[in-house]
Structure formats: C-alpha cells, structure tokens
C-alpha cells in the first residue's frame, strides 16, 4: 500500500534498523516529496518492507528497498516499477546482499558502475542482508 502519515511512526522505527542514527525529519521529507512515490507492507509483526521510487537525472531510481524477506522485497519492487513514468529505473544494491542482486537480474537490471563502502571509524552493524536497495549514495 501506498505510505500514508499514519503509518510514518512505524516507517521511521523501522528504517532505525538500517541507518546508524535516527532520522526522522529527512524521511518524512522524503517519503512525501514531489514525485517520490512510497510503498510499504505491513504484517502482523510491523512492517515487512519499505520502498521509494523517486525521479532521478534519467528516469527513476528506487531508494530505499528494504525488506525481511526476498519475496517481499520482490512485491514492493514490482510495486514501484508498475508505478515508474516511462524512462529508466535503477536501483544501487549493497554487493553483500545476494538476494537483492539476484533479484535485480531477474528484473532485468545490468551493473552499471560500482562504489564501495567507507566509513571513518568502524562500520555500524547494519542489516545488509535485508537492504535490497540503498536511500542514496550521499546519505547511505
């Protein structure tokens, strides 16, 4: 279903998960932004999977996509490409996540550049195996 307020107190708790710190402000902006398009399932245990499609400078990008299972990242990533204006639609998958990169194959996703990861200090102890897409590049 598509994101409405009622639903932010559980988005924010469970985006915590994979961010280092809190940060509530940037993602009620950004969940609601023009054009940015959101998505989220929620089971009996809260919600399951968190996906944003947003414009880009070509086409869309989808960030974040994040998701306890592959099948539900599955759903919440067909969601959002049903929903994509005409152009493009990328999504930056974290290497770790095997089950993201399968799944951006199988939709017929190709690399088209790779980043790494680097942190001052030690890197924070992040879900990586249900990030099946990063927010951004500039904000992880």
């Known amino acids: 279903m598509e994101v409405t307020a009622q639903h932010f107190q559980q988005i924010a708790a469970y985006d915590r998960q994979f961010f280092p710190s809190a940060r509530d402000g940037f993602l009620r902006q950004w969940l609601t932004a023009p054009g940015h398009i959101a998505i989220v399932l929620i089971g009996a245990a809260g919600v399951q999977a968190l996906g944003v499609l947003r414009p880009c400078r070509e086409g869309s990008k989808i960030g974040p996509l ?30 770790p ?39 951004s590049f500039e904000l992880g």
């Open 97 to 135: 996540n095997t089950a993201a990169i399968s799944m951006a194959q199988e939709a017929g996703r190709a690399p088209a550049f790779e980043t790494a990861r680097m942190y001052a200090g030690p890197a924070p102890d992040l879900r990586l195996a249900q990030i099946y897409g990063i927010t």
């Open 66 to 95: 994040f998701a306890e299972t592959p099948e539900d990242a599955r759903r919440v990533f067909a969601a959002l490409i049903t929903r994509a204006p005409a152009g493009p639609v990328s999504l930056d998958v974290p290497e």
